[in-house]
């Protein structure tokens, strides 16, 4: 969930997880300093209070009962850092066990722990970055060969934001000239002449309508993309593919075992489409199959040869499960080297101790962990963003827009193009300015969307929430 409070201080860890070399405390927040004037004490002996510029400095922070662990600080007293407030960076030995204290340190001395992609949400509500830049610092993270990173690192630089921004500073001046001419219609002042408004919407337009192209000529793969729910019985499959679908496909009981054949059912959105797919709980059959047991046995069969088939492998785990639904989590369906999700589903219950503890050891880089209550529709959402941001990545791409971008930003690009072709209309038939601008305010509000100018909560939760701890 991304939080808009930016008036206290963060602090996470920032490098990868493992032993390494060089391990990475990160910070942000008004009483950085402050919290580091309590447990880090500089080589040079100065207050950190003093420094006035961007610094790095060698020292020691003090742990539990004072231990010394050294380590170099990167010090941002102002607002020249990454989410223009003040920041820093303790680098010391890369041990995870020794990063947890530092982190634990930070937090004793009024820090607390950052949320997922809380640094770059700051960036993004300071104005460093626009929100199609805020996506591309995620594709940047999770860049998989060097086109992936080309493509992050041109739209973090401003590639689709650039255009962007000069079509919406284009629209605002031609609607700043309408305004006056509406407000002084009898001083006599000489206002934009009807060619010239046509002409700035008109280039408005093609340019809009070039960027669209772009988007359109994303490659889509001519085979659907395939995702496996699996889990043991009575996980939550039946009522999650439910939900995600919209409506009851797949029946659904107290009673383990319902599901013996596997029920399928798609979602679109923006041309993508995913083959939903609900198979029969993982079951050890027995050695002697008959009647129902042979059902079952047929069951297990249709739902390892689901799972090999699939682009990703869905892994249901209800909030209240026994440890031993966590045993072979990660080893269920992985012959094919599908992608892979964990699903808390039922969390409209208690969460088990045993399973908080299994998740702390799930990297969310390799397999996210999404949290879900079919009842309460609880991460409903954030999980259908998920699933077509898999989608997306899974299929090549000559667009110069990353996928979370892409997915996002379509419809809204869209209906910008279609309110200013009515501009243009209404500017061609004469039939008022104040039609004109009203279709210019409603092509710059879908515009704001795309860019971050105008947000919501749920689309900064979208955004954000893909992000690890840490960035």
Known sequence: ???????????????????????????????????????????????LKTQATADAMEGQLHLAADLPLPGRLLLWPDNHSYTRQPSAEFHT?????????????????????????E???????????????????LAVIDAKDQSDLRLSLDQLAGGLATPLTTIRNDLIAILAELEAQLDFADEDIEFISDSLLLGKLTAASQQ?????????????????????????????????FNRLLGESRAIVTNVAGTTTDYVTGELTRSGVTIQLIDTAGVEQIPTIETGSQEIQAFAQTQRGERIERADLCIHCVAADAPIEAFEDLLNTGRSNNA??????????????????AALAQIDPRSSPVLITSSLTSEGIDQLQETLFQIAIDSQSTDSPIVGSTLRRTSDSLGAAAKSVQLAIQAALAGIGEELVAAEI?????????????????????????QFCIGK
């Open 1 to 47: 969930m991304a939080s808009m409070d930016i008036d206290d201080t963060i602090a996470a860890i920032a490098s990868p997880a493992g032993a390494s070399e060089r391990g990475i405390v990160r910070l942000s927040g008004p009483d950085t300093v402050d919290c580091l004037e309590k447990c880090f004490t500089a080589n040079h002996d100065r207050s």
């Open 119 to 137: 640094f770059t949400l700051r960036a993004f509500l300071s104005g460093r970055l626009d929100l199609t830049q805020a996506e591309a610092v």
């Open 93 to 117: 030995t890369g041990s995870a066990p020794l990063l947890q204290l530092a982190l634990t340190t930070f937090c004793e001395s009024g820090a607390r722990i950052a949320r997922p992609g």
């Open 441 to 465: 305010r409603h092509a710059l509000e879908h515009l704001g969307c795309v860019v971050g100018t105008i947000y919501t909560d749920d689309i900064l939760d979208v955004v954000f929430g």
């Open 208 to 240: 809009l309508d070039s960027i669209i192209a772009q988007i359109s000529e994303r490659h889509v793969s001519e085979e659907t993309f395939t995702a496996v729910l699996t889990g043991l019985p009575n996980a939550g499959k039946s009522s999650l």
């Open 339 to 356: 992608a892979s999700i964990v699903v808390i589903t039922q969390t409209d219950r208690s969460l088990a101790t045993h399973v908080q």
